[in-house]
């Protein structure tokens, strides 16, 4: 195939792509693999001098859905040039300094690039009269209305001459979890959920779907003047506009390429989707020198990040049995890279999400990975009619036993001698958080499953020398070794060892607010629902879980077996004092030089303090350590909203002065 024969392939597909994209909001392709055919049409039209009359690198946007009214823009909304290395950014660094024929250094300003749908907000007399989509660049749709659902967006500000502000409708990852759990149909992803319900007809599902926006510039505007970026950013701060907490002032292209550098990984543990950063001309007169292309301001560019969301084949699907006896599909997938790791697992949550999502073995999936997390599947990438049903499991795949169903999951009800239940439950008991017996591994409760019969976490305790020493790679010191860790086990704290029983739903904070209400196992096993529910954190389904785990008549004898056999687990009450932080509610973030997660959790609730994973405006304190990520952001984001709440943000040297 020659060059200009690859081109019209190119400009056909891309333009195809463009279309499911920004009309139809339904990607068919990743921003990566998107990118890598513009890249090639962007090569082959410079080296052969042709550019296509259709070809999408003379375009902004996509066409406009008949059934919006027409908006024309007061000033265009225009696409950024992209780069993808640093050399770019020194590239564009150095034209931009020819272009105006300096040597200095130009100061840049660093935000990120949200992943969401541009909206234009036009203001008149200090009223919101019009909200639109980019569409074109000159022409978008009129979505005003749904626009009004997102509340952060001031329907009235103080500046009273005509403006354009725009922005980016998301919908935070937290926030789609959460619809997610309840729909009777899950949303794909974020970036669609937010296009898809700022561009629904009817603006109560838009509300339904509870968008947030970051306003980042102001286009055309009227009776006031701009020196810089920073100064409009004031401006939108000053009226009320929803500006996210990042930016960064750069003096130079070497500090931008710090500050990419840094930011790379930390963009991950953000709520919401960023593909990247904008790195603009801080100075609004040196932009005017600069201009426009046809398509781009040369004062802005875009670093994109390698892609956290991507399209891939499902392969296969096996069922795995965890520790509660819960049969959990796993899917295998065409190997893909996402994030600069290559993935060939993903999470399927259970039998009702495969149903939900409606996929199929062969078919194109989205995927998402964020936070370092296990990839998880987010739905079919569009309608599959050829793949293969997955088949939901009517036997254990690991002891035969017939299952049962629990809600939206599946159970192996053989709690007794089914390999991994058994397995997983000893390694659980076992393990630091629990009670903590060293040197236990998988590897070494399988040996004791398979070799010595193990039939619950309670045949630990009765584990001898000569039992031991029959082990493959078990020798007189480690035998020694682990049987004196057995022991030591036997005196615990009552919140290690309900942890350790392994009660649906229980984690160790959930331990933990047991033990403090309740203080002895007794009065655990018998707490009424109304009880439980009183606690704050525990909500109906895990009060549930604990009532179900101690009605079982299996779990009541191995606890009787355990406690004959002499474990001990003591409540230390906490120790009474009058410091700040008895009985507050506090987060601990990023990475501490004097204590370690484990360390500091302790140290806080022996002081009194109740210690959340998530940050809230009823949280009281938040310690920040290096390297915090979006549990801080969320802490500014809280006290620059204006809300009333007690939260203080305290370093860790802070923290440490306060505790003297």
Request: charge should be negative; hydrophobic fraction near 35%.
């Amino acid at each position: 195939m020659d060059k200009r024969e690859r081109m019209k392939e190119l400009v056909e597909k891309l333009n195809k792509y463009n279309y499911s994209y920004y009309v139809m909001d339904n990607p068919v392709i990743s921003d990566s693999e998107y990118d890598k055919l513009y890249d090639e049409l962007v090569v082959l039209e410079n080296e052969t001098g042709t550019v296509l009359k259709n070809s999408p690198t003379l375009r902004v946007g996509g066409e406009i859905l008949k059934s919006f009214t027409q908006h024309t823009h007061l000033m265009s909304l225009w696409s950024l040039d992209k780069a993808k290395t640093y050399e770019d950014l020194t590239t564009w660094d150095n034209r931009v300094k020819k272009l105006l024929g300096s040597s200095f250094d130009i100061e840049y300003v660093v935000e990120y690039k949200f992943d969401g749908l541009t909206i234009n907000l036009t203001y008149e007399e200090g009223e919101l009269v019009q909200g639109a989509t980019r569409g074109n660049g000159a022409v978008g749709e009129s979505i005003l209305e749904q626009v009004k659902t997102i509340k952060t967006i001031p329907l009235l500000i103080n500046h009273k001459g005509r403006i354009e502000v725009q922005g980016e409708g998301i919908m935070k990852l937290s926030v789609l979890e959460n619809y997610n759990q309840t729909a009777d149909e899950p949303l794909k992803n974020a970036r669609n959920a937010a296009a898809g319900a700022l561009r629904n007809l009817n603006p109560k599902v838009t509300a339904k779907r509870n968008l947030s926006a970051y306003c980042y510039n102001v286009g055309f505007y009227e009776e006031i003047e701009f020196k810089t970026h920073m100064e409009m950013i004031e401006f939108l701060k000053d009226n009320s506009f929803p500006v996210n907490n990042y930016i960064k002032l750069c003096k130079n292209i070497e500090e931008v390429i710090e500050e990419v550098d840094a930011l790379k990984e930390t963009v991950k543990d953000l709520d919401y989707l960023t593909d990247g950063l904008v790195i603009k001309v801080n100075d609004i007169e040196l932009r005017k020198q600069l201009g426009y292309t046809q398509k781009f301001p040369r004062w802005a560019i875009a670093f994109k990040f390698e892609a956290q969301e991507v399209t891939t084949e499902l392969k296969n699907v096996i069922w795995q049995v965890g520790r509660t006896g819960k049969i959990t599909p796993s899917a295998e997938l065409d190997p893909v890279d996402i994030g600069g790791v290559t993935v060939s697992r993903a999470t399927l949550n259970n039998w009702d999400d495969i149903q939900r999502k409606k996929v199929k073995i062969g078919c194109n999936v989205w995927l998402r990975r964020s936070n370092d997390v296990i990839p998880e599947i987010m739905g079919i990438v569009d309608d599959c009619n050829e793949g293969i049903e997955i088949e939901k499991p009517t036997f254990c795949p690991a002891c035969g036993s017939e299952v049962i169903d629990k809600g939206p999951n599946v159970f192996c009800p053989n709690t007794l001698s089914c390999k991994p239940q058994l397995v997983s439950s000893i390694v659980h008991y076992s393990s630091r958080d629990a009670m903590d017996i060293e040197g236990f591994s998988e590897k070494t409760a399988e040996q004791l499953y398979e070799e010595l019969g193990m039939k619950d976490i309670s045949d630990l305790y009765e584990l001898t020398f000569d039992d031991l020493i029959k082990l493959d790679r078990f020798g007189e010191k480690k035998a020694q070794n682990l049987l004196h860790a057995i022991e030591k086990s036997k005196d615990c704290k009552l919140d290690a060892f309900v942890y350790a029983l392994g009660i649906p739903n229980v984690g160790r904070k959930t331990a933990s607010d047991l033990a403090n209400n309740f203080q002895t196992l007794d009065n655990i096993s018998k707490a009424t629902y109304e009880e439980l529910i009183g606690i704050p954190d525990i909500g109906g389904i895990v009060a549930q879980s604990i009532i179900e785990f101690f009605k079982d008549n299996k779990v009541q004898d191995i606890i009787n077996k355990l406690l004959y056999k002499g474990v001990k687990p003591i409540f230390n009450k906490k120790m009474e004092t009058n410091n700040l932080l008895s009985g507050k509610t506090v987060v601990v973030t990023g990475t501490l030089t004097q204590y370690s997660r484990k360390e500091i959790k302790e140290l806080l609730e022996g002081l009194g303090a109740n210690v959340s994973g998530s940050v809230s405006k009823k949280t009281d304190y938040v310690i920040a350590g290096e390297d915090a990520g979006s549990k801080l952001d969320k802490a500014n984001e809280i006290l620059n909203s204006g809300v009333e709440t007690e939260l203080k943000i305290l370093t860790e040297e802070e923290f440490i002065n306060m505790i003297k």
